[in-house]
C-alpha cells in the first residue's frame, strides 16, 4: 500500500551482507558504537562501516513495513468488526419493528 515504508535495499558486497546477517544487529550496532578495531568474523567492521550502516538502515525499513503491515490488518480486523456489529444491530432493529 502506499504508505508502507519503502525498503532501501543496500547496496553491498555479498560476503559482507553474508557476515553481517551472521553476527546479527545487535553485534554489528555494538561494535560501530564503540568505534573499536574489531573484526566481525573475518570482515574488519571499520573497514566496512558504510556497508554495515547501510545493511542497518535496510534492516530497519524491513522491520518498519513489517510493523506497517501489522497495523494495516489491525485496521481491517477492526473495520470488519465494526461492520459486523453495524449489521447485527440493523438486523435486531428490523426485528423489533
Same mark, same amino acid.
Given at each position: 500500500?502506499?504508505?508502507?515504508?519503502?525498503?532501501?535495499?543496500?547496496?553491498?558486497?555479498? /560476503?559482507?551482507? /553474508? =557476515? %553481517? !546477517?551472521?553476527?546479527? !544487529? =545487535?553485534?554489528?550496532? #555494538?561494535?560501530?558504537? =564503540?568505534?573499536?578495531?574489531? @573484526?566481525?568474523?573475518? #570482515? @574488519?567492521?571499520?573497514? &566496512? +562501516?558504510?556497508?554495515? #550502516?547501510?545493511?542497518?538502515?535496510?534492516?530497519?525499513?524491513? &522491520?518498519?513495513?513489517?510493523? *506497517?503491515?501489522?497495523?494495516?490488518?489491525?485496521?481491517?480486523? %477492526? %473495520?470488519?468488526?465494526?461492520? +459486523? %456489529? #453495524? =449489521? *447485527?444491530?440493523?438486523?435486531?432493529?428490523? !426485528?423489533?419493528?
Amino acid at each position: 500500500m502506499w504508505w508502507w515504508t519503502k525498503v532501501r535495499k543496500a547496496n553491498i558486497p555479498p /560476503e559482507v551482507r /553474508e =557476515t %553481517l !546477517e551472521i553476527y546479527g !544487529e =545487535t553485534m554489528v550496532t #555494538l561494535v560501530l558504537a =564503540t568505534r573499536d578495531e574489531k @573484526n566481525i568474523g573475518d #570482515l @574488519n567492521i571499520t573497514k &566496512y +562501516s558504510g556497508d554495515a #550502516l547501510a545493511w542497518l538502515r535496510e534492516r530497519h525499513d524491513v &522491520y518498519a513495513r513489517g510493523q *506497517d503491515r501489522r497495523e494495516a490488518v489491525e485496521w481491517a480486523i %477492526l %473495520l470488519f468488526v465494526a461492520f +459486523s %456489529l #453495524l =449489521t *447485527d444491530i440493523a438486523i435486531i432493529i428490523h !426485528e423489533w419493528i
